[in-house]
């Protein structure tokens, strides 16, 4: 009977201890937390992420980051691919996995911007689409805008030429897609609203990166937006090239002297019969120089050679003449071609490389 009352003391006592046991030991609670100085960013370029944690003895990262990372820090990560990239960082504490958080940052090569501009008695927002490169590594890249023609607007222009697009990502320039207001340019009095000062406002807000070289700046447009930039082009000195497309200047914007030499690639329709190309009354009420008159127009202003070299060449289908008025100031050229059996439209961009052939005209002749 004694014999098993020291053994139930002995089991008692190694059994009681100190009530210590690893399930009793309370492990200190791990907190976390990340967080990014911008939650969109163009892809190939960075964004700072920040982070900070109690309670961790390691913390490492995961998903679009990786490596070892400090208890506390902050670091220029990549965004590496368009749409959602996700940052994760997960802190231990011993050998328990306690926290994982993450950020995430949009990486976009389109970019939607608005201006406040006023129109009339109104202030209104004026918007554009900036297009670039899929991989965009240059530090600088030149300008090339694009004008739709009236009733279109930015983002349908940027989408309705593949190669544009093309010439965009293998980095031969940045594409701006502005938007007219009530989809139209005022030209001859379309709108109320002033688009010269709109494309001063475009190229000011550019200059607020260093991605955009506002210096090597180009401009393509159709139809009204051709008008547009015939009338920027004169207006202002900071195009070094324009392709007006089914377009020449009107009277007006043919009286206004530029102020710069710059390359000028006119494209028309021979059986154009809203903008002439004889020139005239056209749509909206507009009088048109002739096709060849606004050409001359801008050759005499560059003191080119008035005697143009002609030829005829071939747009697939398209039977073409070209003229080519050389020898003008600053090495610029002035181009105009008439498409035969063509009306107003731009069907020609189907069978030859055009935006090819405007963008390689521009950097020959400019500098």
């Known amino acids: 009977m004694r014999f098993l009352c020291l053994l139930s003391i002995l089991l008692l006592t190694g059994c009681g201890g100190s009530g210590d046991s690893a399930s009793d030991v309370s492990l200190p609670e791990t907190r976390i937390s990340i967080s990014t100085n911008q939650s969109s960013q163009l892809v190939t370029k960075t964004v700072t992420l920040t982070w900070s944690s109690v309670g961790a003895d390691t913390c490492a990262a995961s998903g679009d980051w990786e490596g070892d990372k400090p208890l506390n820090g902050s670091e220029e990560v990549v965004v590496p691919k368009v749409g959602t990239n996700l940052f994760t960082l997960l802190c231990f504490s011993g050998s328990y996995h306690h926290r994982e958080v993450g ?210 060449i071939n747009w697939g289908t398209f039977e073409v003449s070209e003229f080519t008025y050389a020898d003008c100031l600053n090495g610029v050229e002035v181009k105009y071609f008439i498409v035969k059996d063509s009306g107003h439209n731009i069907q020609f961009e189907n069978q030859t490389d055009i935006y090819n052939q405007i963008w390689e005209f521009f950097k020959r002749t400019t500098t």
């Open 103 to 312: 950020v995430e940052v949009q990486g976009y090569i389109i970019e939607n911007k608005s201006i406040q501009q006023a129109v009339g008695n109104t202030s209104v927002n004026r918007e554009f689409s900036i297009r670039y490169p899929q991989n965009p590594v240059e530090y600088q890249y030149p300008l090339m805008f694009v004008f739709h023609g009236a009733g279109g607007n930015g983002e349908q222009e940027m989408n309705r030429h593949s190669e544009i697009l093309n010439l965009i990502d293998e980095g031969k320039f940045i594409g701006i897609f502005p938007t007219g207001f009530e989809n139209r340019w005022n030209v001859s009095g379309e709108t109320n609203a002033d688009d010269v000062e709109f494309f001063d406002l475009m190229i000011a807000e550019l200059n607020n990166s260093s991605i955009f070289d506002t210096n090597n700046t180009y401009a393509i447009g159709i139809s009204n937006g051709a008008g547009i930039i015939n009338k920027i082009a004169k207006e202002k000195d900071l195009l070094k090239g324009i392709a007006p497309l089914i377009s020449q200047q009107s009277e007006p914007v043919g009286d206004i002297v530029p102020g710069i030499p710059l390359s000028v690639f006119q494209v028309n329709g021979e059986n154009d019969d809203l903008v002439p190309i004889a020139g005239g009354s056209g749509v909206a009420g507009t009088i048109f120089m002739s096709a060849k008159g606004s050409a001359e127009n801008w050759a005499i202003n560059f003191n080119c050679s008035m005697t143009p070299n002609e030829e005829e």
